[in-house]
């Protein structure tokens, strides 16, 4: 089972951005980004396929940046234009299926620790 490890939450202003990571401990087929705010469901936010595509949820499209560097199996989110409503912790998975129409991965297999990201307005 492949070990995932986040970093880069944080907290900052309404406006603001925030770059998070996931270091993969070996290949990964599908990774994508996963948040979930207090009291609500876990969410998919952003996501790459082994073959390359790349799918975002609707709130997040035109913020959000995904990106994989394949030699460190490493996936990144680039926040930009953060809003109060982005504020959940936000976990990195990996997963063996394809990409969900909103971002996430299929028949995940493992699931980072999760780092919290907090907007404040």
């Known amino acids: 089972q492949v070990q995932l490890v986040e970093s880069g939450g944080g907290s900052v202003q309404a406006g603001g951005s925030l770059r998070l990571s996931c270091a993969a401990s070996g290949y990964t087929y599908c990774m994508a980004w996963f948040r979930q705010a207090p009291g609500k469901e876990r969410e998919g936010v952003a996501g790459i396929s082994g073959i390359g595509s790349i799918r975002y949820a609707d709130s997040v499209r035109g913020r959000f940046t995904v990106s994989k560097d394949n030699a460190k199996n490493t996936l990144y989110l680039q926040m930009n234009s953060l809003k109060p409503e982005d504020t959940a912790m936000y976990y990195c998975?990996?997963?063996?299926?394809?990409?969900?129409?909103?971002?996430?991965?299929?028949?995940?297999?493992?699931w980072g620790q999760g780092t919290q990201v907090t907007v404040s307005s």
């Open positions: 998975a990996a997963g063996t299926g394809g990409l969900t129409s909103g971002g996430g991965c299929t028949n995940i297999g493992s």
